[in-house]
């Protein structure tokens, strides 16, 4: 099992920038790509951004594209989420997750919440208008 303990949450402005970490350790074995998803109050979970570990080829929802960018640490096992021109839409809880799948980003269908095995708790990102 893979444990992940997302950081860097708060509040900002709009048209800020915010950082968000996600620590993995445990049993990485399968940890082939990692996502950020998000959840506001009422909403369903929705994909934000994913990245393939091996080669960091990665993808990113059109609502955040050009502003977030994803990448990973591999000597850190740290993924992360660089978030820039926040608006109050992106206010959220977001969360990391790890999927066995290394295909995820080559799928034409948007990665799913099912598509992925382990969670973090989450970190509150709120943007003030």
């Known amino acids: 099992q893979v444990q992940l303990v997302e950081s860097g949450g708060g509040l900002v402005q709009a048209g800020g920038s915010l950082r968000l970490s996600c620590a993995a350790s445990?049993?990485?074995?399968?940890?082939?790509?990692m996502g950020w998803f998000r959840q506001a109050p009422g909403k369903e979970r929705e994909f934000v951004a994913a990245?393939?570990?091996?080669?960091?080829?990665?993808r990113s929802a059109d609502s955040v594209k050009g502003r977030f960018t994803i990448s990973r640490d591999n000597a850190k096992n740290t993924l992360y989420l660089q978030m820039n021109s926040l608006k109050f839409e992106d206010t959220a809880v977001y969360y990391c997750a790890t999927s066995r799948s290394a295909l995820l980003i080559l799928f034409a269908s948007t990665p799913a919440p099912a598509d992925f095995d382990s969670w973090g708790q989450g970190t509150q990102v709120t943007v003030s208008s």
């Open positions: 990245i393939r570990w091996r080669d960091s080829r990665a």
């Open positions: 445990g049993r990485m074995g399968n940890m082939n790509t």
